[in-house]
C-alpha cells in the first residue's frame, strides 16, 4: 500500500517554543502562500528562539512560481528570530535538490542566509529530529555559577566590564562595574577562557540582547549569534571552566 501523504501544514507547541511546518507533494505558489499565513500566525504564539522542524521528506517537486515564497517564509522566520531549524529530508526527492541549490545560491549575498547552513541540522524522520532539539534544549538548560570570571561587554562604542553571576549557552547574568544595560539593547560579550599555563587564554566573542529579569544591580543576556557548532565549543569552554572552579574551591 502506497505511503499516505502528510497534508501541507503549520502547526505551534507553544509549550516546546516549537513551529512544526510540513511540506508534501507537488508544491505551487498557492499552497506555499497559504503556509505562510499559517506559519506567521503560529509564529505570532512563539518566544524569540523557537525551533522550527521542517518535514519536506514527502514533497515531490517544487515550481519555480514558489520559491519566492518559500524563500518569503524564511525571511520571516529570520526575522522572528527563530532558532534551531531541522529539516526532515528524502536524499531522493528533486525538491531536495531544488532547495538546497536554491539556497546555496541566494546565500552568497545574503548575510541572513549565510548563517542558516550552520543552523540547519538535518535528519530522515521525526523522531530523530524531536531527539535532535531535545538534546540541543538540555545543553541549553544547564546553568554554570562562575562567580570568579570576568566578562567585557561593548555597549555605545565603549568596552565594559563586569562579572558572570550564571551562564548558559543561551543566556547569562552580569553584574556590572558601571550602569546596568537598558531592556532591549544589543552589545557584544567577549570572555577568555584559559587553556593552561603554557597557552594564551582563548577569546570567545558573541553577540547578546539584553532583556528581563536580571535583580538588582545586575542584568541577563539572551545570546542569539551562536551556530551548532560555535554552540557546542561554547558548551566546552563552561564545562571545562565550571571543573577548574570547583577544583580550586576549598
Known sequence: MAQKQKPVKATADIK?????????????ANK????????????????????????????????????TI???????LIDNQVGSIVQIINDDNISYKQLANYFRTISDDNLSYKQLPSRTLYTYTLEEAEQKLDELAERGNIH????????????NGQIETGQV????????????????????????????????????????ELRAKVVPGGEAGQFAAQFFDLDQKRREQFYQHLASEAAKTSLESP
Do not use: W
Open 16 to 28: 516546546k517554543n516549537r513551529l512544526y511546518m510540513t511540506i508534501a507533494g507537488n508544491i505551487d
Open 32 to 67: 506555499l502562500q497559504k503556509l505562510y499565513t499559517d506559519i506567521r500566525f503560529c509564529v505570532a504564539d512563539l518566544k524569540e528562539g523557537f525551533e522550527v522542524v521542517s518535514d519536506v521528506s514527502q514533497c515531490n517537486i517544487l515550481y519555480v512560481t514558489g520559491m
Open 70 to 76: 518559500y524563500k518569503k517564509i524564511f525571511d520571516f
Open 144 to 155: 554554570f555559577s562562575l562567580n570568579s570570571m570576568q566578562i567585557q561587554y561593548e555597549r
Open 165 to 204: 553571576i550564571d551562564i548558559s549557552v543561551s543566556n547569562c547574568a552580569i553584574r556590572p562595574q558601571g550602569a546596568v544595560p537598558l531592556v532591549g539593547e544589543e552589545i557584544g560579550l567577549h570572555l577568555a577562557f584559559t587553556q593552561g599555563d603554557d597557552k594564551p587564554a582563548e577569546l570567545f
